[in-house]
């Protein structure tokens, strides 16, 4: 079906978050609760329950074997998506910086964090891509050690990706119960600095649940790509990009929007016929029911349309879309012309896949290095400098109505030699 813009504008403004389910939330609640205060014994038992087995975790020889045993060509492919990874990654700033003045030292110190904890999800498609998306770039980042937990029973393929990736452990658990024995720690699940990954509603809810008790990089919900398109694009490859997208679940969003009635109809009638052979067509069905074509005025209300929903993915299948790159702000990466799809940049593009999505990408962006960096202020100053700025700090303090820190800053400003002759 097609749908004019003006439908589809006032759904775009009013996006319901991924996180509105107060029956979910109550048992990740419980979930967390129990494992938090009961540790292993919770999370064996939760795991049994909701996954038919107990968190385990997974050697290092069984990563290798199951790597060893995939055949050449996956092998390189997998090889081949971390080194694009690694590459694009290093070109990310990420050192500190000290400077010296008359006044004395001011900088930042720039540290990688020492345990992150990467969530892979499994279910009808586990996704051996995450582990690469995420791990790889932990690694880029410095950090001391890599935890990996996916559902049970873990596919080799994700135990061959976590090898490639460099990770450093592996437990086979999922759901909240993995977020929670990740974020508290238990006697077998070291506690992370940080989670990241996406999940299901579940996991991202438990990723908001334990928010403070570690970090998470951004809450990844089901995921959605939209696509701007003119009279230059090709139906087929069009067609072809949507389904790719609503494959991954029933809650995917799959959108098309441009200009052009002919090119619409055109992607409408290779939809039905590619559907028609695809393995997953009753899931991708379900999703491109939650979204679908949009017949806008122009490419500027498209642009403007866009913006407004703020995709997870946004792909110009346009002429010369360099043009129309200036226009874009807001999305989770970028995908020029109909040839850079988004499937690339699932697989083997170069950028990770973890991007921000249910229109979180009006302020924040994908996974990438300094989400594994923190930074610490530096301050030195000589005794010139406090003597000079103790007096304001002051007052601003009593403005505040905080005379402790007023007195602290008076001490200096009048004992700002001495502390340096001592």
């Not at 609760?33 to 038992?45: F, N």
């Not at 004395?104 to 279910?123: D, F, K, N, S």
């Not at 010139?384 to 007052?395: R, T, Y």
Request: net charge negative; glycine share 10%.
């Amino acid at each position: 079906m097609i749908h004019p813009s003006d439908q589809v504008r006032e759904r775009f403004a009013r996006r319901k978050p991924f996180l509105e389910d107060e029956a979910a939330l109550a048992r990740v609640r419980q979930i967390l609760q129990e494992i938090e205060h009961e540790g292993d014994a919770a999370l064996d038992r939760w795991s049994e329950r909701l996954d038919g087995f107990p968190a385990e975790e997974i050697p290092k020889r069984a990563w290798r074997e199951a790597y060893d045993d995939l055949n050449s060509e996956l092998r390189d492919a997998l090889e081949t998506s971390r080194e694009r990874i690694e590459a694009f990654y290093a070109h990310e700033p990420r050192g500190g910086f000290l400077e010296a003045s008359p006044e004395g030292l001011l900088g930042q110190l720039v540290r990688p964090l020492e345990r992150v904890g990467v969530y892979v999800p499994g279910g009808s498609a586990p996704l051996i891509s995450s582990v690469l998306m995420a791990a790889a770039v932990a690694r880029v980042a410095g950090v001391g050690e890599v935890v990996v937990a996916s559902p049970p029973r873990v596919p080799p393929a994700i135990l061959a990706a976590a090898w490639v990736a460099g990770a450093d452990r592996l437990f086979a658990m999922g759901g909240a119960q993995a977020i929670a024995a990740l974020a508290y720690g238990t006697g077998r699940v070291p506690r992370v600095d940080k989670i990241v990954g996406p999940g299901n509603r579940y996991v991202i809810l438990a990723k908001r649940e334990v928010y403070g008790a570690v970090g998470i990089e951004a809450l990844p919900g089901p995921t959605e790509t939209l696509i701007v398109a003119d009279a230059s694009a090709d139906a087929r490859l069009l067609a072809a990009d949507l389904l790719a997208q609503a494959e991954h679940g029933p809650d995917s969003e799959a959108w098309l929007l441009s200009p052009d009635p002919d090119l619409l109809a055109r992607v409408e009638a290779e939809l039905h016929s590619q559907l028609a052979t695809l393995p997953r067509a009753e899931i991708a069905r379900k999703a491109l029911e939650r979204s679908g074509l949009v017949r806008v005025g122009s490419l500027e209300e498209a642009l403007e349309l866009a913006n407004l929903y703020a995709p997870e993915h946004l792909c110009l299948s346009v002429e010369n879309p360099i043009r129309w790159l200036g226009k874009v702000q807001n999305a989770g990466g970028v995908f020029l012309g109909e040839h850079s799809c988004e499937a690339l940049g699932d697989y083997i593009a170069g950028p990770s896949h973890v991007m921000p999505t249910a229109g979180t990408a009006r302020f924040g962006g994908g996974l990438a290095v300094r989400d594994f960096l923190k930074i610490i202020p530096v301050v030195g100053l000589s005794s010139e400098a406090v003597a000079k700025l103790a007096p304001l700090g002051a007052q601003l303090a009593r403005e505040e109505g905080l005379e402790a820190h007023a007195r602290a800053l008076d001490l200096r400003a009048h004992n700002g030699s001495r502390s340096d002759e001592r």
